[in-house]
C-alpha cells in the first residue's frame, strides 16, 4: 500500500509514470479502472476545482466517490493523542479511518491548516492521522502541501514545453488582501526542483520565506539534478531570467496566526501583482497559477487573458493526474 501525501516521497520517474499514464487517460477519459472501487472524499474546507475534478475523475473510471465533510454532513473529529474528548468533536480519527478503510479502498483528505501555530500545523496532523491508523491508501487533496496540484502544474508544463530540463523557474509572490495557506508554494519548490529545473524564489522580504523543510529540500532535489536554486528580494532581476512564472499568494509565516499584522505586512506589497510589465522582463515565459484568483488584484486582465497564461489548462489537468493517481495507488 503506498499513499500519495507528498512527492517527495515519491522518485521523479515514479511521478513521470504516473504523468505519462494520465496523458493515456486524457485521450481516453472513460475506463473501468476504478469499477468495484469506492473513494472517500472528506472535506474540511470549501472546494471547486478539487471536487469537481475528484468526483468527475472517479465516476470517468467507474468509481464511487463518496462526499463528506466532518462537523457538517459528518461528526466533527478529533486528531489529538491520549485528551478528554469533552469538547466538539464527536469521534477520534482511530475510529473513523478504520471504520472508512472498512468501507473504502481509498481515503482522500483535504484539510487546511487552522492558521493558529506553525509549529503545530507544519505537522499535518489530520491527513496523518489518517495514514496512521487507515488500512487503505491516503491521497492528499490539499493540506501544508497541495502535489494533486504540483502533478497537474507539470503535466501542463511539459505538454507546453517538452521536457523540463534546465528550464528557469520562477514561484513568485502575489498580493493578496488575506494570509493565505503555504501549500501551493511549497508543492511549486517541491516539483519544479525535482524536474530538473533552475529554481528562483522570490518574496517580498525574508519574513515570506517559506518553510526550511521546503527550501532544504528545493536545494537538495537541485542539487541532485545539477541544476541552481536561488532566493530573490529584487522583481526586476528575478523576472528577467524566467522561462516560467508561477505566481502565489501566502502568509508570511513571522506573522502566523496574527491575522492583523499578516494584512498590514501584506499591503505593503501591492506592487508584487503580476502584470505586463514585469513579464515583458522574461524569456517569453508562460505564467500559471493554481486557481481560485482576484483579478487585478494577484495578476492583471492582461496576464490572465494572455496566450502564454497556462492556469485554466493546469486546473484542467487536475482531473487527469488525479485518475491516474487513483489508478496506480489502486
Known sequence: MKNFITTQNWSRSELQDILDFAIKLKNKP?????KDKSIAMLFFNPSLRTKTSFEVGINEL??????????????????????????ESEEHVKEVAQVLSSYCDCIAI????????????????VIKGFAKYSSVPVVNMETIE??????AHILTLQEHYGDLTGKDYLLTWTYHPKPLNTA??????????????????????E?????????????ENCALGGTSFDISYDIDTAYSNAEIVYAKSWGCLSFYGNTDKQIASNNQYKHFIVDEAKMSLTKNAVFSHCLPLRRNVKATDAVMDADYCL????????KHVQKSILSKIL
Open 30 to 34: 472513460h475506463q473501468p479502472l476504478l
Open 62 to 87: 467507474s468509481g464511487t466517490a463518496v462526499i463528506l465533510q466532518p462537523g457538517k454532513d459528518a461528526w466533527p473529529i478529533e486528531f489529538g493523542e491520549n485528551i478528554v474528548m469533552d469538547g
Open 110 to 125: 483535504r484539510a487546511f491548516p487552522k492558521f493558529v501555530d506553525w509549529d503545530h500545523d507544519r505537522t499535518d496532523s
Open 146 to 151: 497541495h502535489p494533486c496540484q504540483e502533478l
Open 184 to 205: 501551493v508554494a511549497n508543492s511549486s519548490l517541491l516539483i519544479a526542483s525535482k524536474f530538473g529545473m533552475n529554481v528562483s524564489l522570490l518574496c517580498p522580504s
Open 207 to 219: 519574513d515570506y520565506l517559506l518553510d526550511d523543510r521546503y527550501i532544504e529540500a528545493a536545494r
Open 311 to 318: 492556469a485554466v489548462k493546469e486546473a484542467a489537468n487536475r
